[in-house]
C-alpha cells in the first residue's frame, strides 16, 4: 500500500486537495444558508415545522437525483456537487440551530427579558452562548457527512477521493478502496477535532443573567 501511495504521491495530494475544497465550500455555504433560514425561522416560529419537514423531505431524496436534476442547468463539476452537498447539509444544520436555540430554559429568557434585554440581546447573550454545544453538534455532523458524501461527486467529474474509490471499484483494486476509504475517514476525524477546538475556544465558561 506504501508503494502505490509513494508511486503516486501527487495524484493523491491532488486528490485531497479537492476533496477539501469541495467539502469546505459546501460547508461554509450551507453555514451560511442555515444561519440565515435558522434566523428567519426564530422571527416567524410558524413557519419551523413545515420548513423543517421540507427540509427533511430534501434530505431524504437520493444525492443523484439531485445531481440529474441540477447537471442541465449547472453542468457537469464541482459547481454541482457543492449546491448539492449545501443543500443536504441545511436539514442537519437548521434542526441543530432550532433545538439549541429553543430548547434553552424559558426562565434565562424571562430573566433577560426582566433586565431589559431586547430579542437580539437574549439571542445575542443568554441563548447563542448556551446553544452552542448543539449548534457545533449539528455542524460536526454535518461536516462529517458533507465529506462522505463528497465521494460521490467523483462520479460527476468533480473530483476528490471518490475519483480514487471509484477508480478501486471500477479495477477491483483493494489498494485504491483502502486509501480512498481511508483517507476520507482521516479528513473527516482531522476536520472534527478542528471544529472541537473552535467550539473549545469560542465557548463562555458560564452564562450569567
Avoid: C
Amino acid at each position: 500500500m506504501m508503494d502505490y501511495a509513494l508511486k503516486h504521491q501527487d495524484q493523491i495530494i491532488q486528490l485531497i486537495l479537492e476533496h477539501l475544497h469541495l467539502s469546505l465550500s459546501a460547508l461554509a455555504i450551507s453555514l451560511s444558508l442555515g444561519i440565515g433560514v435558522t434566523l428567519v425561522l426564530l422571527r416567524w416560529p410558524r413557519l419551523r415545522q413545515p420548513s423543517v419537514y421540507f427540509l427533511s423531505l430534501l434530505y431524504a431524496v437520493p444525492s443523484f437525483a439531485l445531481f440529474a436534476l441540477l447537471i442541465p442547468l449547472t453542468g457537469l463539476g464541482q459547481t454541482t456537487a457543492i449546491i448539492v452537498l449545501s443543500l443536504y447539509a441545511q436539514y442537519i444544520l437548521v434542526r441543530s440551530f432550532l433545538s439549541g436555540l429553543t430548547e434553552i430554559d424559558v426562565s434565562l429568557v424571562e430573566a433577560g427579558r426582566g433586565m431589559g434585554m431586547t430579542d437580539s440581546q437574549i439571542l445575542r447573550m443568554v441563548q447563542l452562548p448556551l446553544a452552542l454545544p448543539a449548534i457545533f453538534a449539528g455542524i460536526k455532523l454535518a461536516t462529517t457527512s458533507i465529506i462522505a458524501m463528497a465521494t460521490i461527486a467523483a462520479t460527476i467529474n468533480a473530483g476528490g477521493l471518490g475519483t480514487l474509490l471509484f477508480d478501486g471499484l471500477r479495477t477491483a483494486s483493494l489498494v485504491k478502496l483502502a486509501w480512498g476509504i481511508g483517507l476520507t475517514v482521516v479528513l473527516s476525524v482531522l476536520l472534527s477535532l478542528v471544529i472541537d477546538f473552535v467550539e473549545e475556544v469560542v465557548s463562555p465558561e458560564e452564562v450569567s443573567v
